[in-house]
């Protein structure tokens, strides 16, 4: 399905998060995280607080070629996080699908 709306836009957001998440996540709380009011927050990515169920979650969204982030990144990102999660008690409520 095609939507009309620009990528990196709140509907944007809202219709990817309901396509690939579901309605409730769709439906969902949904602000920018901005520096000072400007969105997004870096010329490649914008990044959105979702309150949905089981609390605030942060959804990144790559808004071009230059966002992507070679290979050797991912398995870096995993290792930073479960370190992070180790040293906090309870974990530290940050997911990641593994890019």
């Known amino acids: 399905m095609t939507l009309a709306a620009p990528a ?3 509907d944007w ?13 769709g439906g969902a709380g949904l602000s920018p ?3 000072g ?8 990515a914008g990044l959105w ?3 949905a169920a089981g609390g605030d979650h942060v959804f990144k969204v790559q808004l ?10 991912h398995p870096l ?3 930073i ?8 008690r309870g974990g530290n409520g940050v997911r990641s699908s593994g890019r």
Do not use: I, S
């Open 8 to 10: 990196g836009t709140a």
């Open 33 to 35: 995280l901005t520096v």
């Open 37 to 44: 009011g400007a969105a997004p927050l870096t010329h490649t």
């Open 64 to 73: 071009n070629a230059e966002g992507a982030r070679p290979e050797p990144f």
């Open 77 to 79: 990102k995993q290792r």
């Open 49 to 51: 607080r979702v309150a």
């Open 81 to 88: 996080l479960a370190h992070c999660a180790a040293r906090r």
């Open 13 to 25: 957001v809202r219709h990817v998060l309901a396509t690939h998440w579901g309605d409730a996540w």
